[in-house]
């Protein structure tokens, strides 16, 4: 599924998946024994909650019916009932400590449970070939390292462990009401039936409307994370109304979701709370009766009328805690559907290990095509030797750029094979092909952080005088100095403070200092002005005749130097030699380079 469109946001939902589940629990496993500790805590919360109602019924009918009926001394009931009140406080003391203490232990938990799993995605995430990038928005990938995964936050701290509560509590309630009295309890549970229905139909419209918001959210990231990018072009081309009646359509379907998910919620709730009215009129009714007559005290009819109330408690809490879980599920389903894609690239099963490389490249006889038989190359051979310069030319879409992807290894061929050193690069680990290759692409992506980073990319290796060194190689400390901080100038989103040719030159120096044996250059001079340019062809020269160098070049006049240029048109290597020759053929290069010239003219 790594090659496919990542398709799941308008899958079918189940109400609780035992698979999705049991991965997810799977999570917990290095922190069992919090989780025993929490749940623990729980069963001594809930017991203490089922003893409060039990204490009051005995402070009614052991002491103030009792002393209302003269059977014993104002005294004695006067202790006895403060020893119960001493005794109530001090439950309620040491809830307040447990709950205190297990939803703080639960929160700690479920923070370190989120922590590893959004290390795991984004690891998860690095390793992912350039042609699942191609098939997901950024936006869509997002939302499942953030939203997501912080719906499952909710669900390990909010649902797991406090579902055993709630039908611990929901147990204790029922064992001790039949044990108070077996028919009061009886009538008081002849609304259960009625409770399950409502449930049921609830959670076949929340199931619905979850589905739809989920879906709808991930439409409307993906928008904002694409048009927010694209800001300068959306206000350059005055397309703002257009594209904000467009983000109205996105907003209006995820606000109906929100409303249809909202509306079935908003029902329900209010069914409970109607339940509960029609159980405690029941026990009213029945249970009163049943005092006036003598058979049942008033203290057991007080505490059911209690428990009553906390039965309730828990159900309407779970059907929150349903609300979480569903959301969760959809969100796990995601992640994990993610964290099950596999990379098409992947390391080769017996690796040979390059300490070091000469720099000899072969494409052999290449068939590459990144949607099924829609060839981009077509049987591309052509060796590079060591130290050589070669250029790749050719209109827009000819394949130059293809080439280079799969040097690096970002995309694998269909047919034929590219080697290095004579070693084809599927058996080279990947961290040393890449390590070998420094390549300056024509849209160079600068990170947020500082200039010395954004050259050294966080390699450790790399000092700051290795750093200067590169810069200096490219003429990039000219500007660089002239920051106030320097190296350590901070620098924003994608460099925006920074001049194209000056983003340019911070691209060459980031991959001139890592030293590479073969060096790539994607358009790298097409968006740098004259001066810039001619600041850097001198170094260009000297770096070039050391390593074995790759141009793909727009501007004809900048690669005249290369021991051979090769001409791609329409995905195949038309022409193939150094400058002077191809000119005197008069083919597919001449008429390029007369095109070009003659547009210069014409400027």
Same mark, same amino acid.
Request: glycine content about 4%; some cysteine.
């Given at each position: 599924?790594?090659?496919?469109?990542?398709?799941?946001?308008?899958?079918?939902?189940?109400?609780?998946?035992?698979?999705?589940?049991?991965?997810?629990?799977?999570?917990?496993?290095?922190?069992?024994?919090?989780?025993?500790?929490?749940?623990?805590?729980?069963? %001594?919360?809930?017991?203490?909650? %089922?003893?409060?109602?039990?204490?009051?019924?005995?402070?009614?009918?052991?002491?103030?019916?009792?002393?209302?009926?003269?059977?014993?001394?104002?005294?004695?009931?006067?202790?006895?009932?403060?020893?119960?009140?001493?005794?109530?406080?001090?439950?309620?003391?040491?809830?307040?400590?447990?709950?205190?203490?297990?939803?703080?232990?639960?929160?700690?938990?479920?923070?370190?449970?989120?922590?590893?799993?959004?290390?795991?995605?984004?690891?998860?995430?690095?390793?992912?070939?350039?042609?699942?990038?191609?098939?997901?928005?950024?936006?869509?990938?997002?939302?499942?390292?953030?939203?997501?995964?912080?719906?499952?936050?909710?669900?390990?701290?909010?649902?797991?462990?406090?579902?055993?509560?709630?039908?611990?509590?929901?147990?204790?309630?029922?064992? *001790?009401? %039949?044990?108070?009295?077996?028919?009061?309890?009886?009538?008081?549970?002849?609304?259960?039936?009625?409770?399950?229905?409502?449930?049921?139909?609830?959670?076949?419209?929340?199931?619905?409307?979850?589905?739809?918001?989920?879906?709808?959210?991930?439409?409307?990231?993906?928008?904002?994370?694409?048009?927010?990018?694209?800001?300068?072009?959306?206000?350059?081309?005055?397309?703002?109304?257009?594209?904000?009646?467009?983000?109205? +359509?996105?907003?209006?379907?995820?606000?109906?979701?929100?409303?249809?998910?909202?509306?079935?919620?908003?029902?329900?709730?209010?069914?409970?709370?109607?339940?509960?009215? %029609?159980?405690?009129?029941?026990?009213?009714?029945?249970?009163?009766?049943?005092?006036?007559?003598?058979?049942?005290?008033?203290? *057991?009819?007080?505490?059911?009328?209690?428990?009553?109330?906390?039965?309730?408690?828990?159900?309407?809490?779970?059907?929150? +805690?349903?609300?979480?879980?569903?959301?969760?599920?959809?969100?796990?389903?995601?992640?994990?559907?993610?964290?099950?894609?596999?990379?098409?690239?992947?390391?080769?099963?017996?690796?040979?290990?390059?300490?070091?490389?000469?720099?000899?490249?072969?494409?052999?006889?290449?068939?590459?095509?990144?949607?099924?038989?829609?060839?981009?190359? +077509?049987?591309?051979?052509?060796?590079?030797?060591?130290?050589?310069?070669?250029?790749?030319?050719?209109?827009?879409?000819?394949?130059?750029?293809?080439?280079?992807?799969?040097?690096?290894?970002?995309?694998? *061929?269909?047919?034929?094979?590219? /080697?290095?050193?004579?070693?084809?690069?599927?058996?080279?680990?990947l961290t040393d092909l890449r390590r070998f290759i420094g390549v300056v692409?024509?849209?160079?992506?600068?990170?947020?952080?500082?200039?010395?980073?954004?050259?050294?990319?966080?390699?450790?290796?790399?000092?700051?005088?290795?750093?200067?060194?590169?810069?200096?190689?490219?003429?990039?400390?000219?500007?660089?100095?002239?920051?106030? +901080?320097?190296?350590?100038?901070?620098?924003?989103?994608?460099?925006?403070?920074?001049?194209?040719?000056? /983003?340019?030159?911070l691209a060459f120096a980031r991959a001139l200092a890592y030293n590479p044996a073969i060096l790539v250059l994607d358009e790298a001079t097409a968006n740098?002005?004259?001066?810039?340019?001619?600041?850097?062809?001198?170094?260009?020269?000297?770096?070039?005749?050391?390593?074995?160098?790759?141009?793909?070049?727009?501007?004809?006049?900048?690669?005249?130097?290369?021991?051979?240029?090769?001409?791609?048109?329409?995905?195949?290597? *038309?022409?193939?030699?150094?400058?002077?020759?191809?000119?005197?053929?008069?083919?597919?290069?001449?008429?390029?380079?007369?095109?070009?010239?003659?547009?210069?003219?014409?400027?």
């Open positions: 599924m790594s090659n496919k469109k990542f398709q799941v946001e308008m899958a079918e939902e189940k109400a609780f998946d035992f698979h999705l589940m049991k991965r997810l629990l799977a999570y917990i496993k290095p922190y069992i024994f919090q989780m025993a500790v929490t749940i623990l805590l729980l069963v %001594l919360v809930t017991l203490a909650d %089922l003893a409060r109602p039990y204490l009051i019924k005995l402070a009614i009918d052991n002491h103030l019916t009792a002393f209302a009926s003269n059977t014993s001394s104002f005294k004695e009931h006067a202790g006895a009932l403060l020893r119960l009140v001493l005794f109530y406080l001090l439950l309620i003391a040491a809830s307040f400590g447990l709950n205190y203490s297990q939803a703080l232990l639960l929160e700690i938990t479920g923070q370190r449970i989120i922590y590893t799993l959004r290390k795991q995605v984004f690891n998860h995430l690095l390793k992912l070939d350039i042609a699942f990038f191609d098939a997901n928005p950024v936006g869509r990938l997002v939302t499942r390292v953030t939203n997501d995964i912080q719906n499952l936050q909710e669900m390990y701290s909010g649902v797991i462990i406090t579902l055993f509560k709630d039908f611990f509590l929901l147990a204790g309630i029922i064992i *001790v009401m %039949l044990r108070l009295h077996t028919v009061l309890a009886l009538v008081s549970f002849a609304v259960i039936p009625l409770i399950l229905l409502a449930t049921i139909i609830y959670q076949l419209y929340a199931r619905q409307a979850f589905r739809a918001i989920r879906a709808n959210l991930a439409q409307v990231n993906s928008f904002l994370q694409e048009h927010l990018s694209g800001m300068s072009i959306i206000q350059s081309f005055n397309k703002e109304d257009f594209k904000y009646e467009e983000f109205k +359509k996105y907003n209006r379907k995820l606000h109906q979701a929100n409303m249809d998910e909202l509306l079935s919620f908003s029902t329900f709730r209010p069914s409970m709370d109607l339940m509960y009215a %029609l159980a405690l009129a029941l026990l009213i009714w029945y249970g009163g009766g049943k005092v006036i007559q003598g058979s049942v005290s008033f203290g *057991v009819l007080y505490a059911f009328i209690n428990y009553i109330e906390q039965f309730f408690h828990p159900i309407n809490d779970l059907t929150e +805690k349903y609300s979480i879980l569903q959301s969760a599920m959809a969100s796990a389903e995601r992640i994990f559907s993610l964290l099950d894609t596999k990379p098409t690239i992947t390391e080769p099963a017996s690796p040979q290990i390059l300490p070091s490389i000469k720099g000899k490249i072969e494409f052999d006889h290449v068939w590459f095509a990144y949607q099924g038989e829609d060839w981009v190359l +077509k049987d591309i051979s052509f060796t590079v030797e060591p130290g050589q310069t070669f250029a790749l030319v050719g209109a827009t879409g000819a394949g130059k750029t293809s080439v280079i992807n799969l040097l690096n290894r970002l995309y694998d *061929v269909q047919k034929g094979e590219i /080697r290095i050193d004579g070693i084809p690069i599927k058996d080279i680990p692409m024509q849209d160079v992506f600068i990170f947020a952080g500082d200039v010395a980073e954004n050259i050294s990319l966080g390699n450790p290796k790399l000092s700051l005088d290795d750093i200067k060194k590169a810069a200096e190689y490219v003429h990039a400390n000219h500007f660089i100095e002239r920051l106030p +901080k320097g190296y350590k100038e901070p620098v924003t989103e994608r460099g925006a403070t920074f001049s194209t040719g000056e /983003r340019q030159l740098i002005d004259t001066e810039t340019e001619l600041l850097i062809q001198d170094a260009l020269k000297k770096l070039t005749a050391q390593r074995t160098t790759l141009i793909v070049a727009h501007r004809l006049s900048t690669i005249q130097h290369a021991d051979c240029i090769l001409v791609f048109h329409h995905g195949r290597l *038309v022409e193939a030699g150094p400058h002077q020759e191809l000119l005197a053929k008069r083919g597919r290069y001449y008429q390029l380079y007369r095109l070009q010239y003659q547009e210069v003219a014409e400027v």
